[in-house]
Each structure stands twice: as structure tokens, then as C-alpha cells.
């Protein structure tokens, strides 16, 4: 076996058992950590598959970004210590059944197809030729869908600031 083999296998453990640990923990910042180590196995697996443009947007978009919110989310609201109730505990085990069902069933087609694994060369890399289409032919789009989303933090901002409660007049 092959280094790329063990890094793949190991990459793939960390993923499930991270996306495991994340739906069944009964604690929320357990569960939310506990997603890094499935987002780095994700990570690691389109590294490894040549897709660099995609490893990094995974670790700037969902590590950077959507873990560190649920973190402060937690964190700011003082629900640290919160643990779901059995009616969440069970459905989440209901969830996981349904999901290793799935999953058996995906198996099982893909055994039973035509398809073939092969050895496949790796991408020469993504991100020089996205980076051209960003950059060139699609700059208007790209300049667009910028300032739209710095619209949208800057009116997020604007909603969520609270306003001081007005003084109490002197008695």
C-alpha cells in the first residue's frame, strides 16, 4: 500500500468519525469541534485528489468561517454546558439509522456498477485557471457578488446592533 492509500484511509476515518461524533454528542461545543475533525478529513481528501482550489475554499469558507460562527454562536450565548433531551438524542438516532441505510444501499450500487476504480493522475491544479476566469472574463460578476455580500454584512450589522434603552427621566 501506497503513502496516498494510508493518507486517503486516514483522511476518510477522520472525516466519518467526525461527522459521527458531531451528530451524536450529546454536548454542543463537543458536537462543534468535534466538526473540525470532519472538515480537515474533507480537507485532506480533496488535497490528496489534486483539488487544490477546493482543500483550500474548505478550509477558508468551513473551517475559517461556518465552525469558527457555530463556535462564537455557543461560546457568546452561554449555552456551553447545554446537553440535548431525549427527544433529540432519539432523533438524531433515528437520523443515523436512515443514514447507514442510505449509505448500505449507495454501496451496494456502486459494487454492483460498471465503474471501475483505476488509478487516476492527479489534477495538474484548479486554481490558475479559475483565478483567469475570475480575474478576466468574469470580473464584472465577481466585483458584483462582492459588494453584494458586503451589503449584506454591513445590513446583518445594522439589524442585530441593539439599541441603548432611553434614560429614565429623574424623579
Do not use: N
Not at 59 to 78: D, E, N, P, Q
Not at 82 to 97: C, F, I, N, S
Not at 127 to 142: Q, R
Amino acid at each position: 500500500m501506497g503513502a496516498e492509500v494510508i493518507l486517503f484511509w486516514l483522511f476518510a476515518a477522520m472525516a466519518v468519525a467526525g461527522g459521527l461524533m458531531a451528530a451524536l454528542l450529546p454536548r454542543i461545543v463537543h458536537a462543534v469541534f468535534s466538526l473540525l475533525l470532519c472538515f480537515v478529513g474533507v480537507t485532506g481528501i480533496y488535497a490528496l485528489a489534486g483539488a487544490d482550489f477546493l482543500a483550500v475554499t474548505q478550509v477558508v469558507v468551513y473551517v475559517g468561517g461556518v465552525l469558527v460562527l457555530f463556535a462564537f454562536g455557543v461560546l457568546l450565548t452561554g449555552r456551553t454546558a447545554l446537553a440535548l433531551g431525549d427527544k433529540e438524542v432519539r432523533h438524531r438516532k433515528t437520523g443515523l439509522l436512515f443514514g447507514t441505510l442510505l449509505a448500505a444501499g449507495l454501496v451496494t450500487a456502486i459494487s454492483g456498477s460498471i465503474f471501475r476504480t483505476s488509478a487516476a493522475t492527479p489534477a495538474e491544479g484548479t486554481t490558475e485557471g479559475l483565478g483567469k476566469l475570475l480575474l478576466g472574463d468574469y470580473i464584472i460578476l465577481f466585483e458584483f457578488a462582492s459588494v453584494l455580500l458586503l451589503v449584506a454584512l454591513i445590513g446583518a450589522a445594522y439589524l442585530v446592533r441593539r439599541q441603548a434603552p432611553p434614560p429614565e427621566p429623574p424623579q
